[in-house]
């Protein structure tokens, strides 16, 4: 076979969503900045995802923030437990907001941070846990969530990278307190650029509502809520106060249309997608590569290799090989692989030593992800495995 090409995304926006966006384009006066098809497709989000309330964004890492600012409004400053593997916007917002991270190491086969050593971190000052479900696996456990709920601690999931997941049958970001999304152009379901934070809780829904505008009143649907402030500020103009110091993270009528049409297809591309992981994983020698992910109940939109044992010659030969081949690849798994190498972290006081969390050190330097797309044909995914085995 000649040079494959594979890059790492597709082009996952359809000439049908590029059609609806010129049919409601060619409307008369068409609204563009955030409004009813925002709300229109956040009622529909929640609705796929078996979720009282969704607030669109900008983007997932906005969505990370206003969980972050939402929880410190709610809950004070604290202690919050996320992972090493995960995107470098679940700490910052983390730090941003003034919590300390408290990291946990990863289970090897959902790569999402061990349960067990979730609840053997929590303290009198854990606000929340923020939990990443990296790659499509599904990250969480029955113990964890009850174990949270009796301790009254609001668990956080970050799905921006598992659209459609479940456990249990349930989708996830439809168990924590709060769940993020991404639309970003290579996630299951994109907006170009944006992200949804979804909840159960009303008053989470409405303080999140306020603070993507500014933190400004007016944003909430909740009379009692207005009420409370117009009557206590009196002295200022209704439509004009600002009850958190916030900023703007809202979308366009233009992306909330994108995901609208999207949403049709997002399911039946789930099960392409996840019918060529099983395809990838079955196929991969298990004797060189890690093979027994718990793929039960995944969405996955990345091809995860993990090589089963440290041996930089082999990484260094897959490496050159996979370029060499025109596939694009990323190492180190989500965002990077540990972030308590990155220099952001490294200047914080107190950050831990990136080596004491070995299961993510491992995939930080033995892991890849290579894309994995909905018209991705089977040959070239045996293709590739072959590859991959005889190198
Ligand atoms: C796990 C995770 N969280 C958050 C984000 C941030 O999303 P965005 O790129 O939309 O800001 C990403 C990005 O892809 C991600 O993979």
């Known amino acids: 076979m000649s040079k494959l090409t594979w890059p790492l995304m597709h082009n996952n926006i359809t000439r049908e ?8 384009l060619a409307t008369d006066s068409p609204k563009l900045t955030h409004g009813p098809k925002v709300l229109e497709f956040e009622m529909a989000w929640s609705n796929w995802l078996g979720v009282k309330y969704s ?10 923030d206003l969980t972050m600012m939402a929880l410190r409004e709610l809950c004070g400053v604290g202690e919050v437990i996320v992972p090493p593997l995960t ?33 053997k971190a929590i303290t009198p000052k854990t606000k929340a846990v923020f939990l990443t479900h990296v790659l499509g696996y599904n990250g969480i456990s029955d113990d964890l969530v ?48 944006g992200g949804m934070v979804s909840t159960n809780d009303s008053e989470l ?45 809202r979308s366009t009528e233009l992306n909330a249309i994108l995901g609208l049409e999207q949403l049709g297809r997002l399911d039946n591309n789930n099960v392409k997608r996840s019918e060529n992981l099983r395809i990838f994983l079955n196929n991969l020698d298990s004797e060189r590569y890690q093979t027994d992910f718990e793929i039960k109940g995944s969405s996955n939109y990345a091809f995860t290799l993990v090589l089963k044992c440290p041996d930089m010659f082999l990484r260094d030969k897959i490496e050159k090989k996979l370029k060499d081949e025109g596939i694009e690849f990323r ?26 969390f070995q299961n993510v050190e491992h995939v930080h330097h033995y892991g890849w992800y290579i894309g994995n797309y909905p018209e991705l044909p089977s040959e070239k995914i045996y293709y590739l495995c072959e590859m991959l085995n005889q190198i």
């Open 17 to 24: 969503d590029l059609d609806a966006l010129i049919r409601y």
């Open 55 to 64: 607030v669109m964004v900008n983007s997932g890492s906005s969505a990370n």
């Open 87 to 119: 995107w470098v916007s679940d700490i910052a917002s983390v730090v941003n907001t003034g919590h300390k991270p408290v990291f946990v190491d990863i289970n090897p086969r959902n790569l999402a941070m061990q349960n067990f050593e979730v609840i």
């Open 146 to 193: 009850s174990e949270l709920k009796a301790r009254e601690i609001p668990l956080i999931e970050d799905v921006c990278e598992s659209h459609g997941a479940t456990h249990n049958g349930q989708k996830l970001g439809s168990f924590g307190w709060a769940s993020n999304f991404s639309f970003y152009y290579a996630h299951h379901l994109t907006t170009i650029e």
């Open 205 to 249: 829904y409405d303080i999140i509502r306020m603070l993507r505008s500014h933190g400004m009143v007016r944003e909430s649907l909740n009379t009692e809520t207005t009420r409370r402030y117009l009557d206590s500020h009196k002295d200022l103009n209704p439509n004009f106060i600002f009850a958190f110091p916030s900023h703007n993270m």
């Open 331 to 356: 190492r180190g798994l989500s965002g990077g692989g540990n972030q308590l190498r990155q220099p952001y972290l490294r200047r914080l006081p107190d950050t831990p030593q990136a080596e004491i």
